[in-house]
């Protein structure tokens, strides 16, 4: 059986991954929100991730349940960390979400979800503490703290599923 490494990521959730034979690093990040992503490194980063797809829990069982559920499946669900009620999430803005394109204002994110907009990471950096005028464009990357239910709902109005 592969090695698995266990990385505790503080207000995320838990990473698990391990190399395969071929030597591609595989994982699966279990976020405190219960949203689990499988992870695919890159052959020449392996602290890159080429491939990320996230599984909501009844997809996430199906894969196990396909990949014959390994001692790691089984305890997913027992591995939620959290650090006083809050959680921290990164979530990546879809093309026609709802409030792409939209500043932090106009979509009202922190009245209409209760949840804090931290930074907005794009691919040429990131903008700490971004301010009511900051547009959520499509692409980019927002970390959002706050609690479990907020996170849920700021993720749907950010992503189409």
């Known amino acids: 059986m592969a090695d698995v490494q266990e990385t505790h990521l503080p ?3 838990v990473r698990f991954d391990f190399p ?3 030597g591609t690093r ?5 976020h405190k929100t219960g949203r ?6 890159r052959h020449d980063d392996p602290d890159e991730c080429a491939i990320s797809v996230d599984l909501d829990n009844d997809e996430a069982r199906t894969l196990a349940e396909m990949l014959g559920a390994s001692r790691i499946i ?14 921290i999430d990164w979530i990546t803005i879809d093309e026609n979400s709802e409030w792409a394109n939209r500043t932090l204002s106009d ?13 907005i ?20 990357t927002v ?3 706050g609690i479990a239910e907020g996170i849920r709902n700021l993720t749907a109005r950010l992503r189409i599923n």
Request: without cysteine.
């Open 121 to 140: 990471v794009t691919a040429n950096g990131s903008i700490a503490a971004p301010g009511a005028n900051d547009v959520l464009r499509p692409g980019t």
């Open 20 to 22: 395969t034979s071929t």
């Open 74 to 87: 089984e305890q997913l669900d027992n591995l939620r960390q959290e650090v006083e009620g809050l959680l």
């Open 36 to 41: 689990r992503e499988l992870l695919v490194y």
């Open 107 to 119: 979509a009202a994110v922190h009245t209409q979800t209760g949840v804090s907009i931290v930074a």
């Open 143 to 145: 970390v959002a703290v």
């Open 26 to 30: 595989v994982g699966v990040l279990i």
């Open 11 to 13: 207000g995320i959730g």
